[in-house]
């Protein structure tokens, strides 16, 4: 089973492929891409336990020369410190211009990876692995590489597109079950803003709470599905024009709570599940979707194990303080997605606080 | 007088505007823009002192909220260090994605505040505005962002093109005139390469080793034919993958010498003046140009006040050596950049250790 999915651009359009063993494909993939011999590949020491020996027999079976880079693992290490010696590494190894990183790894190894990619020689090439489903998703696609300033997620970062895209779904295995679903929240949101269909294959299975209960069509069709979505939205705009803003459904009061719950509590999944079931509420408040469309969103969320509710210790002038510090305000306002219908979303900047917070009471139990 | 010129890119096309007293102008040029009401102004202390009143004052006027950062001036600090506290200022003026932050200064300054607009959200705008000679014609314009790694020059970096350039010939009035000189070097570099007609300009002057010797005109005429050609070789090769290497004609050489010296015997300028008089005898040497147009070029030079010999106390080995640890090197071959006629240029990495190291011998008198 192998889908090949394609993200175009105006510059830059590459390829996702999505296959069970594709990670011992890599030197087919290596040789079409017209990239120079030398490959560095970073990852954690966990991932690259599982999965760096085949990664790197794979690529010396096609005659590139190859060393390896491990991070330390987690989020609190995606600084521009590891990015330094991330730069340490690529000088020792006398990376050139056509030289190529190949990033194996969760989020955080595939932004850090990116991030030193677009700025080692002003720009060398990329090639994202993902081995969470997040990263699956989300991502490893579309260019966004980052890492944070003691203030705040992301906000050091660049657009750089990677030359490839490869998945791997049998790697998910080795997944823990609150990342999977930590995943599913993004896999949601795209049913939710953009792929109907998408929408309607998940609510036809019985459970989505654990990798296991997924037979093997509907993971690669909710791979696909999902990479699908993400490559059209980016597509469209690569830099977050316009449409790509889309993509932040669930994000807006997602990140206000793992901000607030100090990115630990509640993982970036959960926070945007419950961001989801919030945004719906407003949009069906202020007349954009339907009831019962936004409940049957909730119904997907809960079967998959994630969280609807606002945590109950955090205080609703704390949420509304913190989204005005968001990265995507624009002049000020607060700009939220909102379904229309499932399948598709719009983005506006007329939710007031008043709305945020009358919602969020009825998403909070307090304790 | 004003010279209007553009750099078309694919995307972010943009201006060049070249006319006494335009930093007064800024109001206008900002509004047309279209970009956000938030600006962070970036300079050294001595520059700021000179021009950074008329600047704010001419910002405020146009109802644009403007705060600014002072750098320390000089390559040395041109780190990341420097560029996390640019973050840290970014982030206390609440800069968003669509603010602009303005670089004021020399190639230091405007490297640095480029590279920090690459990275700060995923790349907010930036403006330039050259203070010295080598920024103007050179560093300003094309999109070229970065720091020093520990081991090198400019390592770390971005693509990152400017929304506005704005050049402002008076400033060059306070400027040392060994870094007039250095300027110099570069405008000849593109008589050399690209401009027979600048080229002429330039012998035609009967004195050029100081500011004071030129012509309102001429100094004119340097900036915009400069200007323009380093705009149309950019607007063909945005992100150097083949014409847009000619812009290194005199910098292999000139880079191994800077670096040999460790970046203050011999400044960026003098060394390119070197590596063009060496470059142009491996041309003659190989064919490639006439004796007497490399004559032509070394008279330049020379009236210019710029050497064109290799400092006695380098080792030929030890240039041979740094050269191969040059940023362009494409597997593992040096590639020079050869004059064929005076405006026209070459790209070849046939040229051998042995020519270099016959031709240096012939340009080096040894103490």
Known sequence: MLSNLSVNLEQNSY???????????????????????????????????E????????????????????????????????????????????????????ALGGGVIGDMTGFAAATWLRGVNVIQIPTSLLAMVDASIGGKTGVNHPQGKNLIGAFHQPKLVLIDPQVLKTLPHREFRAGMAEVIKYGVIWDADLFQQLEAA?????????????????LTHSCQAKADVVSKDEKEGGLRAILNYGHTVGHAIESLTGYSLVNHGEAVAIGMSVAGKIAVKMGYWSEVESQRQDQLIIKTGLPTTVPPMLEIDDILETLKSDKKVKAGKVRFVLPQQIGSATVTDQVTPDIISAVIKTCQEKS
Chains 1, 2 share one sequence.
Request: zero cysteines; hydrophobic letters at 45%; glycine letters at 4%.
């Open 15 to 49: 390829q996702i492929a999505i296959a069970p063993n594709v990670l011992s494909e890599i030197g087919n993939y290596l040789k079409s891409l017209n990239v120079g011999n030398k490959i560095l590949v970073v990852s954690n020491a966990m991932i690259f336990d």
């Open 206 to 222: 019985e459970r989505l709470d654990e990798l296991e209960y997924l037979s093997v069509e509907l993971l690669q069709n909710i």
């Open 51 to 102: 999965y760096g020996e085949t990664l790197i027999n794979a690529i010396q079976a096609a005659n590139f020369s190859v060393s390896h880079h491990i991070l330390p693992a987690g989020e609190r290490h995606k600084t521009l410190l590891s990015i330094q010696k991330l730069y340490d590494q690529a000088l020792e190894n006398h990376l050139e211009r056509s030289s190529t990183f190949i």
